[in-house]
T-cell receptor
Framework: ETGVTQSPTHLIKTRGQQVTLRCSSQSGHNTVSWYQQALGQGPQFIFQYYREEENGRGNFPPRFSGLQFPNYSSELNVNALELDDSALYLC???????????????FGEGSWLTVV | DQQVKQNSPSLSVQEGRISILNCDYT??????FLWYKKYPAEGPTFLISISSIKDKNEDGRFTVFLNKSAKHLSLHIVPSQPGDSAVYFCAAVGGSQGNLIFGKGTKLSVKP
């Protein structure tokens, strides 16, 4: 068990709706990253938060947004949902910013989002 | 355009034999690589990593080899066990924020 918890584990939304996914990072970890894993693909980097500020973003449109709170937990918000947003959304927390070692990056079990 | 490629979607191996999972990358600036293992309904779990200053890193049954000139790395599992059956992802550390760039994964099945 990694100590990274995500909620909800599964949800179904209708195209055009908005969704909020939540992540509690491992104790002591101040950096949170979000990844999208579509079926048959590897996880793709959405963005990273460090000390409540966005600190890097992958190739995702602005309707993907996030927040990090003072306790380092995080939210991923997706507006105007599209069918292609159906995927597993993974939260990863780490204890150091930048080019840290892989074994300090812990993933949660993910939130399965289905858009119909 | 994929920067990290795992060209074999699946691999089947007999218990006790060697499993070899391959990964290629295109960006010669990548200097740190990781392998993750993922069971269904779980998040990826870190297995082993390698820095570009090395060509081999070993941890128990798992060994990762890096060939920088060929931009190729491989994960060897010896001996393979049925519990190793999972999807294995190769990832490179990219960007100043240290985000991971993943391949599409290889599903390993180890048959008893």
């Amino acid at each position: 068990e990694t100590g990274v918890t995500q909620s909800p584990t599964h949800l179904i939304k209708t195209r055009g709706q908005q969704v909020t996914l939540r992540c509690s990072s491992q104790s002591g970890h101040n950096t949170v990253s979000w990844y999208q894993q579509a079926l048959g693909q590897g996880p793709q980097f959405i963005f990273q938060y460090y000390r409540e500020e966005e600190n890097g973003r992958g190739n995702f449109p602005p309707r993907f947004s996030g927040l990090q709170f003072p306790n380092y937990s995080s939210e991923l918000n997706v507006n105007a949902l599209e069918l292609d947003d159906s995927a597993l959304y993974l939260c990863a927390s780490s204890s150091q910013l930048g080019r840290g070692l892989g074994n300090t990056i812990y993933f949660g079990e993910g939130s399965w989002l289905t858009v119909v | 355009d994929q920067q990290v490629k795992q060209n074999s979607p699946s691999l089947s191996v007999q218990e006790g034999r060697i499993s070899i999972l391959n990964c290629d990358y295109t960006n010669s600036m990548f200097d740190y690589f990781l392998w993750y293992k993922k069971y269904p309904a779980e998040g990826p779990t870190f297995l082993i990593s390698i820095s570009s200053i090395k060509d081999k890193n070993e941890d128990g049954r798992f060994t990762v080899f890096l060939n920088k000139s060929a931009k190729h790395l491989s994960l060897h599992i010896v001996p393979s066990q049925p519990g190793d059956s999972a999807v294995y992802f190769c990832a490179a550390v990219g960007g100043s924020q240290g985000n991971l760039i993943f391949g599409k994964g290889t599903k390993l099945s180890v048959k008893p």
